[in-house]
């Protein structure tokens, strides 16, 4: 099980929809999530290290990433986040 990140094309943006999916904001915490459901997302601000099965993976503004389903994971916001968010197949 592994997080998907890559950087999108502002076409690929578009393609996706992803102006259109609704938006998630927290400030600087730590906190454990659980993926019940696979989730998509697209930060618009912010910074977040995710640590999972020993491994760290570090998410920041413009990063397209892709949490799989059965995902446990512990979030580390470093700088408040904003992102938009789908849990919808595409």
Same mark, same amino acid.
């Given at each position: 099980?592994e997080i998907?990140t +890559?950087?999108?094309? +502002?076409k690929?943006?578009? +393609?996706?929809?992803i102006?259109?999916?609704?938006?998630?904001?927290? +400030?600087?915490?730590?906190?454990?999530?659980f /993926? #019940?459901q696979?989730?998509r997302? /697209?930060?618009?601000?912010g910074?977040v290290?995710?640590?999972?099965?020993?491994?760290?993976?570090?998410?920041?503004k413009? #990063? /397209?990433?892709v949490f799989?389903?059965?995902?446990?994971?512990?979030w580390?916001?470093?700088?408040?986040?904003?992102k938009? /968010?789908s849990?919808?197949?595409l």
């Amino acid at each position: 099980m592994e997080i998907k990140t +890559e950087k999108l094309t +502002e076409k690929q943006i578009k +393609e996706l929809n992803i102006k259109s999916w609704p938006v998630w904001e927290k +400030e600087e915490s730590k906190f454990n999530w659980f /993926y #019940d459901q696979e989730e998509r997302c /697209y930060f618009l601000e912010g910074e977040v290290e995710i640590t999972f099965n020993g491994k760290k993976t570090k998410i920041k503004k413009g #990063d /397209y990433v892709v949490f799989p389903k059965g995902l446990s994971c512990e979030w580390n916001i470093l700088k408040k986040v904003k992102k938009h /968010y789908s849990f919808k197949p595409l």
